[in-house]
């Protein structure tokens, strides 16, 4: 690890990792993250949580979903959230982002993609930008292998630079997630990067043939209105900082309620379940783990 990387990991998250805790030098702490960067997906035991859990600034973790099964990655560049006036510029309705902005901030997001997919995987995926969108100063571009949807990255842009990105990569043994139901969306939930400051949460997915439009209601912010186009969406609002152990005791990833917009302008309300293919049980069953410290 250079040492660019080296400081920049040990001044992220204080929220989680203990002030006296040199990352350079703990066992336990770069053993978790040489494990999770450079190990050969073949070799490694397939994950078995069924979310994404926290994913942290300079975590990180392994993820599985139903089938499939993969790993996440998570970078914060400090200071770039801005905090403040910045955060107070979001809006809970997405603009449309076009031109050289929008080409610019896919390459980028497409050359994240391919360098996280070459590390967990040894090779490289079909990843293309399926959804990019704006939310006041901030553009998300959202990459997804298009062949079996497991393969998925989602990058948030300030200023045309990467501010934080996340997602999985397909392990061994993975299959296609099968389709969603005209009406319906399917997600993941509880993808989250934190700095001391303030997180944001990221929610993407597919959607059904009849869905035009998708809202969410948020815990932190309400009402948050999705990008839907193309058979897939992308949404994300900031909450405040937060940690491992709040996020595993809370497995709905701040989402109380999902809102589908058919076709024909009806409403379908999209249940937790039915949106993560997940039991009640299971969403009300606090996780474990996903720290440096485990």
Not at 85 to 96: D, Y
Not at 137 to 158: K, M, Q
Not at 252 to 279: W, Y
């Amino acid at each position: 690890m250079n040492d660019t990387l080296d400081h920049a990991l040990r001044d992220l998250d204080p929220a989680v990792t203990p002030a006296d805790l040199d990352t350079s030098t703990d066992p336990k702490a770069r053993a978790l993250l040489a494990r999770v960067v450079a190990t050969d997906p073949m070799e490694a035991p397939a994950p078995t949580t069924s979310r994404p859990r926290l994913l942290t600034a300079g975590r990180l973790t392994a993820v599985g979903g139903g089938i499939a099964a993969g790993i996440a990655a998570a970078l914060l560049l400090p200071g770039v959230f801005g905090g403040g006036s910045a955060m107070a510029a979001w809006t809970a309705t997405p603009h449309t982002v076009s031109g050289d902005r929008a080409t610019d901030a896919q390459e980028k997001c497409l050359d994240h993609a391919q360098d996280t997919a070459k590390r967990t995987t040894g090779r490289e995926l079909g990843f293309r930008p399926v959804v990019t969108e704006g939310r006041g100063p901030w553009t998300l571009v959202y990459v997804n292998d298009g062949s079996s949807h497991l393969a998925e990255i989602s990058c948030l842009f300030r200023d045309g630079d990467i501010a934080a990105a996340g997602g999985t990569t397909p392990g061994p043994g993975a299959q296609p997630l099968p389709p969603v139901p005209a009406g319906s969306a399917r997600a993941a939930l509880g993808s989250v990067v934190s700095s001391s400051e303030e997180s944001v949460r990221i929610v993407t997915g597919r959607v059904g043939a009849g869905v035009v439009g998708l809202e969410l209601s948020t815990e932190a912010k309400g009402s948050v209105t999705a990008t839907v186009t193309g058979g897939y969406f992308a949404a994300w609002w900031p909450d405040a900082p937060t940690t491992e152990e709040r996020e595993n005791a809370s497995p709905r990833g701040g989402v109380k309620s999902v809102t589908a917009i058919l076709q024909d302008g009806s409403r379908h309300s999209v249940s937790l379940e039915e949106l993560t293919g997940r039991t009640s049980a299971q969403l009300n069953t606090p996780a474990t783990g996903g720290s440096a410290r485990d």
